[in-house]
């Protein structure tokens, strides 16, 4: 054991008033960050106990001390997405505009009148705001929200299908994103499928043919994540809706993105509305809050009074109802696409997708500037592509300018993998496109602030070696 270094072991307080801490005893508060340092001075007693000469002076342990909080972060944290794709459901697909975050922060904080009437001074019901907003925006007769779309799905199927059979295209059997596989779904929720068509071409008449006394509903669902080109057909929903009410049975239409109204925004091709879904003579059309809305995850179902009402009475609506603070985002974003430009202009997935690609490029050149004069990096700008992703549209290409950097790479980082991970692990966490051996950064999904804070990730990752 070495008595020299035990008593060169720095106080608790000495350590504590490196500058290297003073954002840490910001952000954290002073006990945790004292309790930190109190764990780095301990390794280091250990350390030396155990015959090793680690730095004790108080810079060293204060660097110790940060890399104890650090370890003690959030595991959900916000992160720049560079990666280029809008609604990246890995990185929590759309941002919420401000008006919406202010929405959620007021009423996380303390109550709400969620389910109470101030008027009255009684229970009320907790998404009349949202589907009063709904039916103005989409002259829908009702609407009704719950916690995700393939919840609404489950849920449209169980209070209109349970136990009967509902025809969707073999076309449009498909899997999102992973985890949501049609079939499944409709298992549970105790509706029976009944196939038609073939992958790539379903008529009218097969749908006609398969209609029998058991038959409750059509589905039609918007192959949101692949298209199939070439030597295809399938029917509109304004058809099959016309087929399902001359034989009294249900339209159901699953159009998954969630934009609103035809038009807009700009980059957006062959995406269906909600209102061309209704106006077609849907019963029903679900879409999710979180794609082309760009609000909060939840899932939305609008349609005719009937049908709805068997939606708003069946039990699985109570499993699947949403929280305060998601109503909150989504009363806020739907205020917002009453008029169109506060829209474009509020609403961070629109205005994402109306940046014109000269300042995109003007704002790449900035960062690139920086990454070669201030790092030494071997950066410069080039044109790419965009995607929308998210379940929606993913062969729509949208134009955009990114920062390439290609080796050689800083040390210690070898390969552009190693180097993406450093990003990612860093602060904030940096996520990025790795493509022909060189890291890309695609500013399109980013703000201003960001490529501010992807310069500074650059610069702690380099400072940090
Ligand atoms: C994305 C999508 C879903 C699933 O919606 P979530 O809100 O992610 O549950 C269902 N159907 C279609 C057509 C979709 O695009």
């Known amino acids: 054991m070495s008595d020299s270094g035990m008593r060169r072991l720095p106080a608790v307080h000495a350590v504590l008033d490196r500058p290297g801490l003073a954002d840490w005893l910001l952000s954290q508060g002073r006990q945790a960050v004292v309790d930190a340092v109190r764990s780095a001075i301990d390794e280091a007693r250990e350390e030396l106990r155990g015959g090793r000469e680690p730095a004790v002076d108080v810079d060293a342990l204060a660097q110790r001390a940060v890399v104890l909080l650090g370890t003690g972060r959030p595991t959900l944290r916000p992160v720049v997405n560079a990666t280029g794709i809008l609604l990246n459901t890995g990185l929590g697909r759309a941002p919420l505009a401000e008006e919406a975050i202010e929405a959620v922060m007021k009423v996380a904080r303390g109550y709400c009148n969620l389910e109470f009437d101030l008027d009255r001074g009684e229970r009320g019901k907790r998404t009349d705001g949202v589907e009063a907003l709904l039916r103005r925006l989409t002259g829908a007769e009702a609407a009704a929200v719950v916690n995700n779309n393939a919840g609404a799905t489950i849920l449209a199927l169980h209070a209109l299908a349970d136990g009967r059979e509902v025809i969707i295209s073999r076309g449009q059997l498909i899997e999102i994103g992973g985890s949501f596989r049609l ?22 008449s097969d749908y006609a043919r398969a209609i029998g006394p058991d038959t409750a509903a059509i589905l039609r669902v918007h192959p949101s994540n692949y298209r199939i080109v070439g030597f295809t057909e399938d029917v509109h929903i304004k058809e099959l809706s016309q087929l399902a009410h001359e034989h009294g049975i249900f339209a159901i239409d699953d159009i998954g993105s969630g934009l609103l109204a035809p038009g807009c925004p700009p980059h957006v091709r062959d995406e269906p509305a909600v209102v061309d879904g209704l106006t077609a003579g849907a019963d029903v059309v679900m879409f999710s809050g979180d794609k082309l809305l760009g609000g909060p995850q939840c899932g939305i179902l609008v349609g005719t009074r009937k049908a709805i009402a068997r939606i708003q009475a069946d039990p699985l609506m109570r499993a699947l109802r949403v929280d305060k603070m998601t109503l909150a985002a989504l009363e806020a974003t739907l205020r917002l696409m009453l008029d169109p430009s506060l829209a474009r202009a509020r609403i961070p997935l629109w205005a994402f997708l109306n940046t014109p690609l000269d300042e995109l490029r003007r704002r790449a050149e900035t960062v690139a500037e920086t990454f070669r004069a201030a790092f030494r990096l071997n950066a410069d700008v080039i044109d790419s592509t965009s995607f929308l992703g998210g379940g929606s549209a993913p062969a729509e290409p949208i134009p955009t300018a990114v920062v390439r950097v290609s080796p050689p790479f800083p040390a210690p980082w070898t390969t552009e993998s190693a180097l993406a991970r450093a990003l990612r692990l860093g602060e904030p966490p940096v996520v990025a496109r790795i493509q022909a051996g060189c890291l890309l950064f695609d500013l399109r999904a980013m703000t201003e602030a960001e490529d501010r804070q992807l310069v ?10």
């Open 183 to 204: 079939p499944e779904i409709f298992e549970v929720s105790g509706a029976r499928l009944k196939e038609v068509g073939t992958t790539n071409k379903t008529r009218l």
């Open 456 to 465: 500074e990730a650059f610069r702690a990752l380099l400072e940090a070696v």
